[in-house]
């Protein structure tokens, strides 16, 4: 894939920024804290025009698309970012640019280009992998609005956000609406824990949350949903690639310092062979992480769904078999907090869970070639 000198200047500049203010001790000492990132790192982030990717040109934004997501996500992978930005200003960002109405961008979009306002959309269920189907969250009308009953799992910096997007049915309704509540609703409840890779994700629990009618978002939003599904699946294996990349990197830096018999580890063509199919899984992952960028906007939806689960499958597996291989021939360093190596590892761990497995993405697959 060829890109334009804006693009490569697009990443280069996040590589910069990250590399400025996401230090990898830094990184270790601020995972622990309240919000799990660097509230100043945020802001840069901001300042550079990240949070704005997203948004629309129409809008005050850059109205980036696929490919720019894709050059950026790399970059967070790299450098192991723990901030919501592809839960808020990829995923969520994209909700509200494809969904909501005038009065509502102008509300909540600047917001999130500014980094004063953090959104997520709460739509993962235990049973629908972060697919459309099934959504067992059910939106009543009520008097002046509507009320929303469910359980919403492992929604990423859902403790982080000042707004969710809540997905959900109505009864004898098509389809899936999609409701804004506030972090501080009364009914809502999150139960907060660490993911494996050092970020912030929790469970959302709705009893009862009661919501104005100017809180719906769009009309019948499944296929538009889908579409900002199939968006955000595509940067985050932008970001996986990234991290394989990075771990694979490693990995030849470390066999060429460490010595055993009086020569560098490299040497030994055992490890020559491992490290070489390491290189062709993250080959394989590079390409399928161009492919889906090309395709994430595609308007044929079942084109793209095929292309985007066959991309998550294939850098699902490089994802396994890269991290596993750069741990092993790490030897016992390779699970300590002291090598990023570990971080690499846990980071390819959960995006193998994020977005659907790559066992339900190569059903996915499969059901699209019937």
């Not at 953090?118 to 269920?125: D, G, K």
């Not at 929604?155 to 609406?177: D, F, K, M, T």
Request: net charge negative; glycine share 10%.
């Amino acid at each position: 894939m060829n890109f334009t000198d804006e693009q490569r200047m697009l990443q280069e500049s996040t590589r910069r920024v990250l590399a400025s203010g996401g230090e990898f001790e830094l990184r270790n000492a601020q995972r622990d804290g309240a919000s799990g990132y660097s509230q100043t790192l945020w802001q840069e982030l901001a300042d550079l025009g990240l949070l704005a990717l997203n948004v629309p040109e129409a809008d005050g934004g850059i109205g980036a698309g696929a490919v720019e997501n894709m050059l950026v996500g790399e970059a967070m992978g790299e450098a192991l970012l723990t901030a919501p930005f592809h839960a808020s200003a990829v995923e969520a960002t994209l909700t509200l640019a494809k969904l909501a109405d005038e009065a509502q961008r102008q509300r909540w979009l600047p917001a999130l280009a500014s980094g004063e306002l953090i959104a997520v959309l709460a739509h993962a269920e235990s049973g629908n992998a972060g697919s459309l189907e099934p959504t067992t969250t059910m939106a009543t009308p009520t008097e002046g609005g509507w009320r929303l009953d469910g359980l919403k799992s492992m929604i990423y910096h859902a403790s982080n956000a000042q707004l969710l997007l809540v997905s959900a049915r109505i009864q004898g309704a098509p389809g899936l609406a999609l409701f804004a509540v506030p972090s501080d609703a009364a009914g809502l409840a999150l139960h907060s824990c660490a993911t494996v890779d050092a970020q912030r994700a929790a469970d959302v629990q709705l009893r009862g949350v009661q919501v104005g009618s100017d809180a719906r978002i769009g009309g019948e939003v499944s296929k538009g949903l889908a579409e900002v599904l199939d968006q955000s699946l595509a940067a985050l294996c932008a970001d996986a690639f990234g991290a394989i990349q990075s771990a694979l990197h490693a990995t030849i830096d470390y066999s060429r310092n460490r010595k055993q018999f009086g020569q560098p580890i490299g040497r030994f063509q055992a490890l020559q062979h491992r490290m070489a199919d390491m290189l062709i899984h993250t080959e394989q992952a590079r390409s399928m992480c161009y492919l889906a960028a090309s395709h994430a906007a595609d308007s044929d939806p079942a084109a793209r769904r095929r292309v985007l689960s066959a991309a998550k499958v294939l850098i699902g597996q490089a994802a396994r078999r890269v991290g596993q291989e750069a741990v092993q021939l790490h030897g016992g360093m390779g699970m300590t907090d002291e090598l990023k190596v570990s971080h690499y590892f846990r980071r390819l761990l959960a995006f193998e869970a994020r977005g659907g497995s790559t066992d339900q993405h190569l059903r996915r697959y499969a059901a699209t070639m019937a």
